[in-house]
Structure formats: C-alpha cells, structure tokens
C-alpha cells in the first residue's frame, strides 16, 4: 500500500486568488512574532474558502448566508455535517482526460473517460488531465490558473449525469478551476478585454469597484459580467446539486498507476462552513 | 471501522487560543465583504505544531515537508493521564502512564486527560484554556526522552496547552480584566514588542523540551474520551502551508 499527498500547498503567490476578479482573495501570511525577536515564529494566515485544493459545498456561503448556492441538491451536508465514512476510504474511479493550455473538456470527454475506467457503481470520481503538478503550480503561479485545462460547460453537465446515474457523490480534479479561465476571468484577467496591468485581487479598491458596474444579484449568486454568447456557459452550479462537493486544484494524479484508489478527504473543519481548503489522500493497494 | 473525529472546529463565534496576545483573531468573513475568507494563526483550533516554530530549530521540517507516512493512518497509542482541571501532567504521572500503556516503537502518543471533553460546555469561556491541563517542563523533558527511546516524534494531546506561560504571560495578561484582544490588537503589539526571547523561552518551557527532542505536538483534540484503550490509527491532516511550523489541523481516529 501506498499513499500519495494529492493535496495543493498554500503559499503567497498561489494563482487562484489572484487573478479571478471577486470574491476571491489571494494568500497572504503576516508574520507577528520572529525568530529574531521573539525566538519563536507565528504567523497570521489569510486564505480564500478556495484556496489550495478545495472541498466545495453547495453551502459555499455559509455560515454567512443560510440558503445554498443553488436549489435541488441532492446532498445537504455543510462541511461539519458530512459523516466521516462520505470522506475517508472512499472507492474512487481514476478518470483520465489528459490535457494541457487552456482546452475545455467537453461531454465527449467525460463519455470516454468513463468507457475506459474501472467504474463501479458507489464509486467518487478524480478527474486527471495530468496539467496538475505541484512543480508547475510553483513555478507558473497565476499563470498556472489562467493557462490551465478546464471544464466546459456540456463536460460538467455530463459529468453531473453520470455521477447520478452511478451513485457517485463527490468529484475531484487536478484542473485549476471548474468552469474555465476564460470564463471565469473574462474582462479581468483573460479575454481580449482583460485589464492590462491587471488590478489587484479582492479586497482591492478596483475590485470592488467592479461590483458596481455589475447587475445586483441575490447574496448566494455571484455578480456576472456582459459575455458574449459564444463563451457559452459556466456549468458549476448545474454540477454542484449533484454532489456532495467539488474539489479542484488536486496535484500529483500523475502519480497514480492504478484505475483506482481510495480517498481520503480532509477538508478544514468549519463550524457551519460551506467550502474549505482540504488535503487529499490517495490510498493505492498493492496489486 | 469506525471514525472519530477528534477535531475542534474552526468556530467565528469563540476560538479559545485569543485568550493570549500570542494568537491572532479567527475572522470568518462574508462573501463581498473586505474580510472575505479565513484570518487564522498557527494555532487556531485543534493544531499541529513543529519544533521549527522555535528559532534554535528553525532548520527542521516545515509543514510541507513532513512524510506521508507520518500523518496517514498513523498508528498511535492512546495513554490514559488523568488530571484536575488546572493540574500538571509530571514526570512521575507520565512515567506511570506510559508505562502502563505499552506503547511500540514509533508508535504516536496520545495523551488523553479529559480536558477535552468539556470543550463544548466551556464554549465561550476562558476557562478552557487558563484551567487546561498542562506538561511540566520535567513532564515535557521525560515524554521526549522517552519518544526519542520509542523513535517516535508525534504526540497528540487533549489538552487547551502544553506548558503553562505562568512565567508572564498568565499574570501580565491572561487574567487581566478587562483582558485585552489578541493580534492585531494594540495592546497585544504593544506586549509582543516586549515578549522577548528569554520570556518566551520560560513561558513555553516544556513546548521547547520537546521541541528539543524532535516532536511533533497536536494539541486541542476534542472527543478523545469516545476512544478505546490502546491502539488505534489517525489521520492528521494540517492545513498544508508552504514552509509554516504550525498550522489549523483536522484529526480523525479510524478505530478497528
């Protein structure tokens, strides 16, 4: 037996908050004792619900808002809610898309992912394109986001189907985002009309005032931008009420060498909390 | 199998570490609101921290480097140590204990006292921290003598402390009243600026014993008594922060 640490590391610089518009924020540490003065070291640590590699709820707002971030989930489970035997041990199907860039997985994908996997009904599911490595979240920082492999909008849709038809609950993939950059980052960060230099991430001033050019949404909904058509649509919300959560931004996948592992999944324990950062465990059984 | 979770949550109404200038604020923030996110320190809720987090050992592994293996079904001991509520966990108790426990080579401690228990009917108190069992330094200096013996570097407590900062920071500020906010409070800038590396070497005494001794230290378990005698395994599963020496933690017995 074998276990391999899935889990994406926090450090200042991470992509994810940098370059998505709002609400999501960048790492940052404060360190308030040092070794130098105090002789011993402790730090402030300032994180998104998403930062590393997240465990996201359909409660992602919680426990500010109390309503889930869409109606007809199947699961009802917060964070501190799911039962421990959803998250440790879980049979998991490897499915394999490899990609790389900026490519969007389409339905198609996910379809003949699954005629070659080892999927047995019950199983959870790590989706791996092998873009994601821990070196080249190092190494490429906010570009690791933007340059990065995603979902498209009939892939999640799919992807939502098959989990129900096999009784999968929860979905895990080494892509950066679900949904896609360009979609996600459209007139901030990706997209011909990106802002050149980019402004800073949440909280910034610029950041919040992108708010106000947005159209007023409900408190679990997230202000959009004008697109246009042919960038088509996000498919997270349509996903997310077929699970218990959604977890992205795993690393070392690539490691794998069998179809299948069991899981282990550790999100941060929030008292009433939707989404945390979470460290992952692949169990692989000697064959 | 059974799971156990031994984890205080991550809580925005009360986190028990503010009680010491030392800690800094949980903040849970709103979604569109400056605050956004988590604001946590090292030592927020249930916990691991490393011997780097003193500067003497600061060439020692962060919370990125340490092995899998470590961490993942790791098989630990359960130790019975009985205490009062504000009582010290000595050489002698502790010598008695282990010995009792048997305890295999590289096995995992777990010190269970109790204290934990009461977590949730001291929520919103002070007293879960200033009348925690605690490790004298003599207690702290044998317990890593021995899980050097033992080759094992991980203990797990159930305790609000490892040392008891008697030495100043109890009387200078914990039961002050009104006592003052953690970081980034003023008043705590304002003690940190004189909390020194001597104060803090004989506040934490008995966390720098074992610090010394190369151990790893979870503190702040929760349900600890819903566990067996004996052996069981443990998922420890910190926030994994790049090169940090401590860090929020989640803790899970998997109990056959």
Redesign the interface.
Known sequence: MR???L?????EGAGYGEVLP??N?PVS?TE??T???????????????E??SPFMTIWQ?S???SDPIEDGGIYEWRL?EVP??RL??RPTVILDVPASGDYALTAEDIDRAVAEADYQDGDEVLLRTGWGTRMRAYEMGERYVLEGPGWGYESCIRMGEVMRERHSAILMTDAPLIMTALYQGWGWSAGPERIVPRPKP??STEA?ER?LDLPEVP?TKTPQPPRPAELGKGGYRDLIKSTIAICKCLVGADEIRSKRVDM?M??????R?GA??C?F?A?ERDE | MTYIDLTMPVDWEWMPDEVFPTATQLVVGPPRDALKGFTLGNETATCLLLPAQFAEFRKTVRIDGIDTASLVLRPTRVVDVPCEPGGALTADSLSAALGRSEVATGEAILLRTGWGDSFAERRGSASYMLESPYLSEEGAELLGEEMRRLQTDLVLLDTALVSRPDKHLMSEWATLSPRGAPWPSETARGYLRGYTEERVREDWAADYALARHGVMVAKKLVNCGRLPAGRIFLIVAPLLLVRAIGATCRVVAVVD
């Open positions: 276990v391999l640490d889990s994406m590391p926090i450090w709002m609400p924020l540490f308030y004792m070794y130098d003065w105090h002789g011993l070291r402790r730090t402030q640590i300032k994180i998104d619900d930062s590393g707002r426990p500010h808002i501190d421990l035997d440790i041990m949440w909280p919040r708010l408190a282990i550790m999100p941060m324990l929030v008292r909390g945390s950062p460290r465990f169990v």
